[in-house]
Structures are given as C-alpha cells and as structure tokens.
C-alpha cells in the first residue's frame, strides 16, 4: 500500500532481505571476517547479542558468501535440542539416516565429516542458533563432539548463536 506511494521497490524491514542488500558497517565486516577465520580454520566461535540485533541475519549473511565446493553449512536451531536431535539433525542434513543411540550417531557423523573433508575436500560449518537454550547436558555433548583424534584437531568449524547470556 505504501510502497507505491513511496516509489519503492520493495517493502522495507522485511524479514525477507537478501544479504546482499544489508548495509556493509564495519563491524559487519569485522564479524563476518571473524566467522570466516573459524570456517577456514575449523574453529569453535560464540556469536551473543540481545534480541532483534541481527544474529542470525549475519550468519545467513556469513553464510551465504561461503562457497559451496569448500564448505558444507549444517543448520541447527531448536529450544529442546538434545545430543540425539543434534546429530540426527546433522546426518539428516548430510544425507543420513541417523543411528538411534547417541554414541553410535556420533561416530556415524564423524565417519561422514571424515569422508566428507578426506574425498571431498569440504570442510563443515555448523550452525546453531538459539545456542542459549542449550541444555548443560548438550554443552557437554558439543565440547566431546570437539574432541577429535585426542583433542588434535576439529572435525568441523562450529558457530553458536545466542542471547548475551550464552
């Protein structure tokens, strides 16, 4: 209705921007050169900011400049996620029908990240979003995930996004 009035093109502060059309700030800059640090380096980060101050819209942002032949995005986001919804929500992403029990979907998800990096050459990025509703049982569960080869290495860059309490 007003849209044309205005003579614009589209409808302003809809939750369907595309991020190329996000204003270029310099902490955008900043963050998004941060996220790609820990992508290309198969890093664990924390992006924490209050309500409605653009969290997630600058990780589909960090995302979507992610090429697609180097990198394989996993996106998780749930108030209730448990360790057997984590990795079945991964492997199902991956193609896979997860294993039931918890420990044998980890090592199912290891096997395909393995696979994935070793034959293919592409290194995971996992999401997740609303991380400050995880349950303690679920930080554990992502702090053995990262736990690779005797704690040597990653098996994939792990982002999560919350509230500033995370």
């Known amino acids: 209705m007003f849209e044309p009035f205005y003579h614009l093109n589209q409808t302003p502060l809809s939750r369907v921007i595309l991020t190329d059309k996000l204003y270029d ?3 955008m800059d900043e963050i998004i050169g941060r996220l790609n640090y820990a992508a290309e380096r198969q890093l ?7 309500c409605g101050t653009g969290k997630t819209t600058t990780i589909r942002r960090f995302t979507q400049g992610l090429d697609a032949a180097h990198y394989n995005v996993l996106y998780l986001s749930g108030s209730k996620l448990t360790p057997r919804h984590f990795y079945k929500g991964l492997l199902e ?8 029990y918890r420990g044998d ?6 096997h395909e990240i393995e696979l994935m990096r070793g034959i293919h050459g592409i290194q995971p990025v996992c999401v997740v979003d609303e991380a400050h509703l995880l349950s303690r ?3 554990e569960e992502v702090r053995f995930l ?10 994939m860059a792990l982002i999560m996004v919350g509230q500033s309490k995370l």
């Open 25 to 27: 700030s310099l902490s």
């Open 44 to 50: 664990f980060a924390v992006l924490t900011g209050d």
């Open 93 to 100: 992403q991956l193609g896979c029908e997860a294993k039931f």
């Open 105 to 110: 979907a980890k090592g199912q998800l290891h």
């Open 137 to 139: 049982e679920m930080l």
């Open 146 to 155: 990262l736990n690779f080869k005797m704690d040597s290495q990653s098996p």
